[in-house]
Structures are given as C-alpha cells and as structure tokens.
C-alpha cells in the first residue's frame, strides 16, 4: 500500500533542474558582470603586465652585464631585482584577492537574479522542486533555457 501511494506521488511530481554554469556564463547578467570585472580591473592587470616586463628586461640585462661587473655591483643589482620582484609578486597577490573578491561579489548577485527567475518559472508552470546540480537528468526536466530568457530580457 505504501509502494502504491509512493508511486502516485512520484507520477504527480514536477521536477526540473537548472545548468548553473550555463546561467553564470551565458545569462546577459553574467556577461554585464564580467565586462564590468574586466573593466575595472584591465588597468591594474596592464599595469602588472608592465612591470613583469620590466623585471625580465632587468634580468636579461643583468644576465648579459653581470660577466663585465664587481661583486659588489652584482650584488646590489641582485637585491635591487630581488627587492622589486618582491614587490611585483605582492602586488600581483593582492590583484587576484581583489579580483576574486568582485568576481564572487558579481558572481552572488548573477545568482540572486537567478534564483528570482528560478522561482518565478517554477511557479508559473507548477513545479514542485528544481535542482541545480545533477548528475543525470533527461533533458525534457531542463529549465535553463527559459531561466535564460528571463534574465536576458531583464536585463535590456
């Protein structure tokens, strides 16, 4: 008897899953967040660019000098590049905590705008439960295209 009333429920269900790598990367939310995260953040990526150029020309002209130098100048210029590299690779630390921080603060309102159209499909066509992740579904149970649509048309 409760093989007969499991099997009705089951019947009665409406289940559809969601692609969160295709709405994190395909959505116009998404797209407008990483045009924004790119602009932000192109300068200070350029900017280090420049300066790990700076540090293989130094080292390249230190490859090249150093046969010609004292010790005493080798040594200097090896602080000095030592001294700079430091700083480059401080410098690029903190470029990619930054960058991961906007990334994930971009990132959780792509979501939230998400999860509103989520909803609102899921209301409108009476779904009783939708997954995100999964490891196998058919794809008739996929909501992803019209939660797309949503988003991309609230974003114009």
Known sequence: MALTATSGFAQESKVGYINTQRITTESAPAKAAQ?????EFSKRQKDLADVQQSLKSMSDKFERDAPAMSEAQRTTRQKEFAEQNRDFQRKQRE??????????????QVLDKANKAVKQVATDEKYDIVIQEVVYSSPRHDITEKVLKILNQSAK
Do not use: I, P, S, V
Not at 35 to 39: D, F, G, Q, S, T
Not at 97 to 107: A, K, Q, V
């Open 95 to 108: 470029f990619q905590e930054d960058l991961n921080g906007r990334r994930n603060e971009e990132l959780q």
């Open 35 to 39: 045009a924004k995260l790119e602009a």
